[in-house]
């Protein structure tokens, strides 16, 4: 009750005393389509073509739900993926907090982690990747579900997160906040970016700081004790009108232990010994050459090298390694009347060294070629076709194995009419085997044995959509997407036990299916009060299964309802609850359903905005039905991820906005 009294309170003094203004940029957008005035180009697809006139359907998270999500988490985008329709943030470690995505229901590691199109987060960095990109630089985050290898190549079997960085403007552009919550988290970050004629320059600069939390008093905590530091700048250089360099490094450091509270404050006994300790550092540098032609044409050159190097430390075992990362990519766009085609070539090369022993190392290297060609066939259709041949070298200390794949692809896009088009999509994907995973990942790679005879698993998918929008009346805008999709995984790369407890990789004989619909609705009334409500069905199965083949820890059902009513420049206040349907155990058990709600007021002074969040205020958690620590202490054994660990938290903060 005192909760919901806070709230009345904090909505009044936010709402009274307001100035009219006539906001026009949507909170997301959840459907292909847009206010006209509110033009999205997309960078995804490559083709600077905006979302209502691409054939691919994408998602754009932007402006405004940016902004509102990084008053949620400044630290990470684990909230801003976590409350998207259709995606899934997957925790793996009930001690260091440790994530994954998910999309339609898929193992994370089918889910293609982008940084400005670079493919930097994957193998044995994907575990920590959402959780080292923090949100005050990106201008907006692209989302492609279904198969995207076209432009993306393997691991883009269930989809795509893209997230965009922001452009240095003419005009000297500031965004910081500091922010502080219930649980021990303190955030500060700065962002600034500016351009002259023939220089710009943005510089992000991000510390977090968590001390351990341990909400349930089981002596273990659901939150750890960490920081970390993130610096990236980038520099650009215009060499002249229609030719830019960019030279940009991200430095990212960060130290996070959980475990037994004993422990972590350094009072360590014979009962009080687990901890889990995880240390990392990522660098990754890029360039990009960009030249234009006149006849909007181009060529680009991207080249980024990545290394990841990660520690982990439990007691009596530690596994570490560096994981080495270059991508290389070279495309030629260019026009013929009603054609637009991407030609392109890149190198891949991935490379993880374990320290101490060489059990897991391993190293890819991968040559891909493509083409896609958008046609505008009339007004009302488009169609978007494409073909990668991709060729795969692979090896563990074990064996060494090349595939060559051939990734066709197509898409058109139906504008049947000015209310009323249709998306439909369909192709192939590859995942290269790999021993980092979920599954490995929340065992922190104990008893795994290196790869052996295993091939790389194949997919095949489509999606279809329908988006419709209309004026209900003069002041009530209503749009709808509704989305069907359909995955099959073959030789699907699963982890097996034998008689000496040891684990390792096999490919199964039967295929993994998942299908399922989204269904997204939007009501903007006045343009200041907007109403969207996102709800998804999953039936995702293994069939190499005898028993129960649903897979585990996915909800069948999912229902998002957010309320949001702002001012522009001035206030904005909004409610959220979302509905997560019972999941089936490792074990076969079902989990309990549940519901969580949220609220969040930020008001501007000028440049100045403050903000208060109140995420998970019914708090739920998984320890209310069951502990997720089984003793003894000194050697405990974890429950599987299900619910929120932490429960109720409330932050809030300053942001100036230069």
Same mark, same amino acid.
């Given at each position: 009750?005192?909760?919901?009294?806070?709230?009345?309170?904090?909505?009044?003094?936010?709402?009274?005393?307001?100035?009219?203004?006539?906001?026009?940029?949507?909170?997301?957008?959840?459907?292909?389509?847009?206010?006209?005035?509110?033009?999205?180009?997309? %960078?995804?697809?490559? &083709? /600077?073509? #905006?979302?209502? $006139?691409?054939?691919? =359907?994408?998602?754009?998270? !932007? +402006?405004?739900?940016?902004?509102?999500?990084?008053?949620?988490?400044?630290?990470?985008?684990?909230?801003?993926?976590?409350?998207?329709?259709?995606? %899934?943030?997957?925790? &793996? /470690?009930? #001690?260091?907090? $440790?994530?994954?995505? =998910?999309?339609?229901?898929? !193992? +994370?590691?089918?889910?293609?982690?982008?940084?400005?199109?670079?493919?930097?987060?994957?193998?044995?960095?994907?575990?920590?990747?959402?959780?080292?990109?923090?949100?005050?630089?990106?201008?907006?985050?692209?989302?492609?579900?279904?198969?995207?290898?076209?432009?993306? +190549?393997?691991?883009?079997?269930?989809?795509?997160?893209?997230?965009?960085?922001?452009?240095?403007?003419?005009?000297?552009?500031?965004?910081?906040?500091?922010?502080?919550?219930?649980?021990?988290?303190?955030?500060?970050?700065?962002?600034?970016?500016?351009?002259?004629?023939?220089?710009?320059?943005?510089?992000?600069?991000?510390?977090?700081?968590?001390?351990?939390?341990?909400?349930?008093?089981?002596?273990?905590?659901?939150?750890?004790?960490?920081?970390?530091?993130?610096?990236?700048?980038?520099?650009?250089?215009?060499?002249?009108?229609?030719?830019?360099?960019?030279?940009?490094?991200?430095?990212?450091?960060?130290?996070?232990?959980?475990?037994?509270?004993?422990?972590?404050?350094?009072?360590?006994?014979?009962?009080?010994?687990?901890?889990?300790?995880?240390?990392?550092?990522?660098?990754?540098?890029?360039?990009?050459?960009?030249?234009?032609?006149?006849?909007?044409?181009?060529?680009?050159?991207?080249?980024?090298?990545?290394?990841?190097?990660?520690?982990?430390?439990?007691?009596?075992?530690?596994?570490?390694?560096?994981?080495?990362?270059?991508?290389?990519?070279?495309?030629?766009?260019?026009?013929?009347?009603?054609?637009?085609?991407?030609?392109?070539?890149?190198?891949?090369?991935?490379?993880?060294?374990?320290?101490?022993?060489?059990?897991?190392?391993?190293?890819?290297?991968?040559?891909?070629?493509?083409?896609?060609?958008?046609?505008?066939?009339?007004?009302?259709?488009?169609?978007?076709?494409?073909?990668?041949?991709?060729?795969?070298t692979y090896q563990s200390i074990i064996f060494k194995n090349n595939q060559t794949f051939a990734l066709p692809?197509?898409?058109?896009?139906?504008?049947?009419?000015?209310?009323?088009?249709?998306?439909?999509?369909?192709?192939?994907?590859?995942?290269?085997?790999?021993?980092?995973?979920?599954?490995?990942?929340?065992?922190?790679?104990?008893?795994?044995?290196?790869?052996?005879?295993?091939?790389?698993?194949?997919?095949?998918?489509?999606?279809?959509?329908?988006?419709?929008?209309?004026?209900?009346?003069?002041?009530?805008?209503?749009?709808?997407?509704?989305?069907?999709?359909?995955?099959?995984?073959?030789?699907?790369?699963?982890?097996?036990?034998?008689i000496i407890v040891n684990d390792f990789f096999v490919n199964a004989s039967k295929p993994i299916n998942s299908k399922g619909f989204e269904?997204?609705?939007?009501?903007?009334?006045?343009?200041?009060?907007?109403?969207?409500?996102?709800?998804?069905?999953?039936?995702?199965?293994?069939?190499?299964?005898?028993?129960?083949?649903?897979?585990?820890?996915?909800?069948?059902?999912?229902?998002?309802?957010?309320?949001?009513?702002?001012?522009?420049?001035?206030?904005?206040?909004?409610?959220?609850?979302?509905?997560?349907?019972?999941?089936?155990?490792?074990?076969?058990?079902?989990?309990?359903?549940?519901?969580?709600?949220?609220?969040?007021?930020?008001?501007?002074?000028?440049?100045?905005?403050?903000?208060?969040?109140?995420?998970?205020?019914?708090?739920?958690?998984?320890?209310?039905?069951?502990?997720?620590?089984?003793?003894?202490?000194?050697?405990?054994?974890?429950?599987?991820?299900?619910?929120?660990?932490?429960?109720?938290?409330?932050?809030?903060?300053?942001?100036?906005?230069?």
């Amino acid at each position: 009750m005192q909760i919901i009294i806070i709230i009345m309170l904090l909505a009044l003094l936010f709402v009274n005393n307001t100035n009219a203004q006539n906001p026009t940029r949507a909170i997301f957008a959840d459907s292909s389509e847009k206010k006209d005035m509110n033009e999205i180009v997309v %960078q995804s697809t490559r &083709t /600077s073509r #905006t979302i209502k $006139n691409t054939p691919t =359907r994408i998602e754009t998270i !932007d +402006g405004e739900e940016l902004d509102e999500k990084n008053n949620m988490r400044p630290s990470n985008v684990s909230m801003l993926l976590h409350e998207s329709t259709g995606l %899934q943030v997957q925790q &793996t /470690s009930a #001690t260091s907090g $440790n994530a994954s995505i =998910r999309m339609q229901g898929l !193992d +994370g590691k089918y889910t293609q982690l982008l940084k400005d199109g670079y493919p930097n987060f994957g193998n044995f960095a994907s575990g920590l990747s959402i959780l080292e990109i923090p949100p005050l630089d990106l201008k907006q985050v692209e989302i492609i579900k279904g198969p995207a290898s076209t432009l993306y +190549g393997g691991g883009a079997i269930a989809g795509i997160v893209n997230f965009i960085s922001k452009m240095p403007k003419e005009k000297l552009e500031g965004d910081f906040i500091l922010n502080q919550s219930n649980v021990g988290q303190t955030n500060i970050g700065a962002y600034i970016s500016k351009k002259n004629k023939k220089i710009g320059y943005s510089i992000l600069g991000a510390a977090n700081f968590q001390k351990a939390y341990d909400v349930d008093k089981d002596d273990f905590s659901e939150l750890p004790k960490s920081n970390s530091f993130t610096i990236n700048p980038r520099f650009f250089y215009y060499i002249n009108p229609s030719t830019t360099m960019m030279l940009g490094n991200s430095f990212t450091t960060s130290t996070n232990t959980g475990g037994d509270m004993e422990v972590i404050n350094n009072k360590v006994t014979s009962e009080h010994t687990y901890f889990e300790k995880n240390k990392t550092l990522r660098n990754t540098t890029i360039f990009e050459l960009e030249k234009k032609f006149t006849n909007k044409n181009s060529i680009k050159l991207k080249q980024s090298l990545s290394f990841f190097d990660r520690h982990i430390t439990i007691p009596d075992y530690n596994f570490s390694g560096l994981n080495t990362n270059s991508y290389t990519d070279v495309s030629y766009i260019f026009s013929r009347r009603k054609h637009m085609f991407i030609s392109g070539a890149n190198i891949i090369f991935d490379k993880f060294k374990q320290e101490n022993i060489n059990t897991h190392n391993a190293q890819s290297f991968t040559v891909g070629v493509y083409f896609q060609d958008t046609w505008d066939v009339a007004d009302k259709i488009t169609i978007e076709s494409g073909m990668r041949i991709d060729n795969i070298t692979y090896q563990s200390i074990i064996f060494k194995n090349n595939q060559t794949f051939a990734l066709p692809r197509l898409s058109a896009l139906f504008k049947l009419s000015n209310k009323l088009s249709s998306r439909i999509s369909g192709g192939l994907g590859y995942k290269a085997p790999t021993v980092f995973t979920e599954q490995t990942e929340s065992m922190q790679y104990r008893g795994i044995t290196a790869l052996s005879n295993v091939t790389a698993e194949k997919s095949i998918g489509a999606t279809v959509d329908v988006n419709y929008k209309t004026n209900i009346s003069a002041d009530l805008d209503f749009s709808v997407n509704q989305l069907f999709f359909y995955t099959q995984i073959n030789n699907p790369l699963i982890l097996e036990s034998d008689i000496i407890v040891n684990d390792f990789f096999v490919n199964a004989s039967k295929p993994i299916n998942s299908k399922g619909f989204e269904t997204n609705l939007k009501f903007i009334y006045k343009e200041d009060l907007k109403l969207f409500v996102g709800y998804t069905f999953i039936d995702a199965r293994a069939n190499y299964l005898t028993t129960n083949q649903f897979l585990p820890l996915l909800p069948k059902n999912k229902l998002n309802l957010t309320m949001m009513y702002e001012k522009e420049d001035n206030f904005k206040l909004g409610i959220e609850g979302y509905y997560t349907d019972k999941q089936y155990l490792y074990n076969g058990n079902r989990t309990p359903s549940f519901w969580e709600f949220g609220f969040m007021a930020q008001k501007t002074f000028r440049k100045v905005s403050a903000f208060i969040n109140f995420e998970n205020f019914t708090d739920q958690r998984q320890s209310k039905y069951k502990t997720v620590v089984n003793l003894p202490h000194d050697n405990p054994s974890f429950d599987a991820i299900w619910n929120h660990t932490e429960g109720f938290i409330v932050n809030g903060g300053l942001k100036l906005k230069l």
